[in-house]
């Protein structure tokens, strides 16, 4: 069963420009979560996808946002990046079927944006 | 509010047992996470204890929650150098997002 596949792993952007970081969830999985982690403010929540709605949503500006297809494949999209913005983006895949359950997820291995 | 905290570093002998602590903030919290990440890795979930539940084993880990004082440990038992790793400790209400804690980095020496 292959795992939550994160694409591009690495890349360079400079300050204003825009990036999109797109995440594979495992098989069956509907529920895609982003994180960004960086060593000064550890992981913080961005946001989740569900069935191509988004369901919970982070203290994070509007400049990040995320969408999710009917495959739920997810992407994230920031605009006019900061210098801040540099960071590991973690997706995160879950089943979601019962509200009650624990929320079990499994990450990719990260796409690390740098900005410069 | 929901605050998660961990200790930054942790060092231990090679084949003595490790234990990480984590406190949390939110007694709503259903569920108590912990989450190995290694370098240039995504997080791996190691396990998980439902807060009505002390404790938990599994092989080589043991999970103790004290609910009242809103305090969750690992204890690794037998630890190899294999172990070392960021530890990540998260809570969550049911099916909602995850809270994670500020990560214990687990140094193991030979």
């Known amino acids: 069963k292959a795992g939550v596949t994160q694409t591009p792993r690495y890349l360079i952007k400079t300050r204003g420009q825009q990036v999109t970081l797109s995440c594979s969830p495992i098989?069956?999985?509907?529920?895609v979560s982003w994180y960004q982690q960086t060593p000064g403010q550890g992981l913080q929540f961005l946001f989740e996808?569900?069935?191509?709605?988004?369901?919970n949503k982070g203290n994070f500006p509007g400049r990040f946002s995320g969408r999710q297809f009917s495959n739920s494949r997810s992407e994230m999209n920031v605009s006019t990046l900061e210098l801040g913005d540099s960071a590991l983006y973690l997706c995160?895949?879950?089943?979601?079927?019962?509200?009650?359950?624990?929320?079990?997820?499994?990450f990719g291995a990260g796409s690390r944006l740098t900005v410069l | 509010g929901e605050d998660v905290e961990q200790s930054l570093f942790l060092s231990v002998r090679e084949g003595d047992s490790s234990v990480i602590n984590c406190t949390y903030t939110?007694?709503?919290?259903?569920?108590l996470y912990w989450y190995k990440q290694e370098p240039g890795a995504g997080l791996q979930l190691l396990t998980y204890?439902?807060?009505?539940?002390d404790m938990k084993q599994d092989q080589r880990l043991t999970v103790l929650l004290n609910k009242k004082d809103k305090h969750l440990s690992l204890r690794i038992a037998d630890t190899q150098t294999g172990d070392s790793a960021i530890y990540f400790c998260?809570?969550?209400?049911?099916?909602?997002?995850?809270?994670f804690g500020t990560g214990t980095r687990l140094t193991i020496i030979p």
């Open positions: 995160a895949s879950s089943l979601r079927r019962d509200r009650a359950g624990a929320n079990v997820l499994t």
């Open positions: 098989s069956g999985h509907r529920s």
């Open positions: 996808y569900f069935s191509e709605t988004q369901r």
């Open positions: 939110d007694s709503s919290s259903t569920y």
């Open positions: 204890i439902f807060s009505n539940m």
């Open positions: 998260a809570e969550g209400f049911g099916n909602e997002k995850l809270t």
